[in-house]
């Protein structure tokens, strides 16, 4: 059921509030400035133990595994990282048993992470799964995780359950924080912060008209970059993503720090780029980065912030609401979703269902 909307993906676009309160709900602790975590079947001791994280997941699932990472060695100060599951079962991994392993997928059904997860599990790891559908085959086979309760998800386009991802991300760095040095006041900093997130996210798809209009610029052209650096850097790679999957364009997400070390000789008329600015320690890094492919004849549209002064430049601008700085991530994707949805659109693409994908991936 469409619900009088044109696709799936642009109604589950429009459901994020919702499906964002429905994570959250119950999982916030005021008193203590943590977040309850039951399912995750882990004692605060043994939370304290892990030295070390490591998320697995595939395609965007993989992406917000590496938004994650950032978010968990920000607020919880400990090494993490995230990894292609599908590369991952297909080496050797060292498994250690200090390491907390988690499995993201909004299906629980797709095979290089589950195949991952048996391959913990084989080794004696850990594993507890961020997962969307109760009773999937990743989540009955991880000892514990924390469900997403995103709702169904129709388009093959990944969208809420992304940002559930994030928002499930968020919630164990609260979790694995509070065992070690974040303060109770910056537990609570971030419970605040993540009970804002539904009404900033709707702020933003308030938007959409106007992004429409920037679409059709970012639809006429062949090639594009999209650029972050440290937080924003998954939020290019998975803007990147949507544009591939539903609007069929070569779309290549890079390092802003890297773009000097190479691609900036592709840089010209014909290539603009998507570049993620939020206000943050990095602005100034960014916004230089932003001189540079100006002065190189590049078109850049930006994803950015209030506040964040681009002089000059003559840079159109996507403003998105700020949150905490370890939270941006969550808020800055949502208008690439709309961004990518409203190309596709122009393009007249079949949104819901594109060429040569399935929503999950369950054969070898
Ligand atoms: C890919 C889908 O095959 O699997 C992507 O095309 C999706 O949209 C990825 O992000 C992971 O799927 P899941 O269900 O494990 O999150």
Do not use: W
Not at 116 to 131: H, S, Y
């Amino acid at each position: 059921d469409l619900g009088g909307h044109p696709h799936y993906m642009a109604k589950e676009i429009q459901e994020q509030p919702e499906s964002v309160e429905r994570i959250i709900r119950g999982r916030l602790d005021d008193r203590f400035g943590v977040a309850r975590l039951d399912g995750l079947n882990l004692t605060p001791r043994e939370l304290r133990g892990f030295a070390r994280v490591k998320i697995l997941g595939c395609g965007s699932a993989y992406y917000v595994g590496q938004i994650g990472a950032t978010m968990i060695e920000e607020l919880a100060r400990i090494p993490a990282d995230a990894e292609a599951a599908s590369e991952f079962r297909y080496r050797n991994p060292i498994i250690e048993a200090d390491t907390l392993y988690i499995a993201v997928s909004q299906s629980g059904e797709t095979i290089d992470t589950a195949f991952a997860v048996e391959e913990i599990k084989r080794k004696g790891g850990r594993v507890v799964g961020l997962v969307n559908v109760v009773g999937s085959t990743i989540a009955r086979a991880c000892e514990g995780g924390v469900y997403l309760h995103a709702g169904p998800e129709i388009a093959v386009a990944s969208t809420k359950a992304l940002t559930n991802m994030a928002v499930g991300f968020a919630l164990i760095a609260l979790a694995l924080g509070r065992v070690r040095d974040l303060s109770n006041a910056d537990g609570q900093r971030i419970i605040d912060a993540i009970r804002a997130l539904p009404g900033q996210i709707k702020s933003i798809l308030d938007f959409e008209p106007e992004i429409a209009e920037h679409a059709k610029t970012v639809a006429a052209a062949k090639s594009l970059f999209f650029v972050g650096r440290v937080r924003g850097y998954p939020v290019a790679r998975e803007g990147a993503q949507k544009f591939k999957e539903i609007s069929y364009r070569h779309a290549e997400a890079y390092q802003t720090s890297e773009l000097k070390h190479g691609p900036l000789a592709l840089i010209d008329e014909e290539l603009p780029t998507v570049a993620v600015v939020p206000r943050d320690e990095l602005t100034e890094r960014n916004l230089a980065a932003v001189q540079q492919i100006k002065a190189r004849g590049g078109a850049v549209l930006a994803v950015t912030h209030e506040g964040v002064d681009f002089g000059e430049l003559g840079v159109p601008r996507i403003v998105v609401p700020k949150t905490e700085p370890e939270l941006d991530p969550i808020l800055l994707t949502i208008p690439l979703q709309l961004l990518a949805y409203h190309a596709a659109l122009t393009l007249g693409y079949d949104i819901d269902k594109p060429r040569n994908l399935a929503k999950s991936v369950t054969v070898e």
